[in-house]
């Protein structure tokens, strides 16, 4: 598929534990957004990649979240000793450019921590 | 804090009958401001967008109209048909292209 992949779709943890959350960005996007959207909620912005650089790390929750971009390509989101207040839908979304206003999202992962 | 955010959370219509979505904002720097659609278990997808210094855009079946006299923005979806039920979303677009969401309206289109 062309499209933005995520893994996993789902991600069930227990609090404390540490998770990795991968995007596969569409070929060629040299733009990448992680959100955050939890239960009935709007879309909350965490962190953009402009090649491997992020510009805007402004979005993140606290220091137990990074994220990293190599290769220009694959993204992975980490989360590290999971609290219950992180589970939500996170997804990634890439673009051909930060000037492109059309995002092209992935279907998101869903992490629930117990 | 900036924000934007949405009128009505639920919107009911009757196939066929036209919609139309609100949406209020507060920041007023951005450049864009844009509409994705959610169908359930989906990411969002782009709609349209519209630029700070336009009031009107249309697109296929979608018309976006902003006011930046009262920060409003609307959609208006014609001959609403049972494929756009999904939560609706404005966003704002600021520098290095993130988007701030506002909570989202639910539409329901009844056959």
């Known amino acids: 598929g062309a499209g933005v992949s995520q893994s996993p779709s789902n991600k069930v943890t227990e609090k404390g534990k540490d998770v990795e959350l991968r995007c596969d960005p569409i070929?060629?996007?040299?733009?990448l957004y992680w959100y955050r959207q939890s239960l009935g909620q709007g879309l909350e912005f965490l962190i953009y990649f402009q090649g491997n650089s992020a510009p805007d790390k402004s979005g993140l929750p606290s220091d137990r979240f990074s994220a990293e971009r190599t290769g220009g390509s694959v993204s992975t989101l980490t989360i590290q000793r999971t609290q219950q207040e992180d589970s939500a839908v996170y997804l990634c979304a890439s673009s051909l450019a930060v000037t492109i206003n059309e995002q092209f999202f992935g279907p998101g992962t869903r992490l629930t921590v117990l | 804090g900036e924000s934007v955010g949405l009128h009505l959370p639920t919107l009911s219509v009757q196939e066929g009958d036209n919609s139309i979505i609100n949406c209020a904002y507060s920041n007023s720097a951005s450049d864009y401001f844009i509409w994705y659609k959610q169908e359930s278990g989906k990411g969002p997808q782009f709609i349209i967008d519209?630029?700070?210094?336009?009031d009107k855009r249309q697109g296929q079946r979608v018309t976006v109209l902003l006011n930046k006299t009262v920060k409003h923005l609307s959609l208006q979806i014609a001959a609403t048909q049972p494929g756009d039920s999904a939560v609706y979303f404005c966003?704002?677009?600021?520098?290095?292209?993130?988007?701030?969401f506002g909570q989202g309206t639910e539409l329901s289109v009844k056959p």
């Open positions: 070929s060629g996007h040299t733009a």
């Open positions: 966003a704002e677009k600021t520098q290095g292209g993130k988007l701030i």
């Open positions: 519209i630029r700070s210094n336009m």
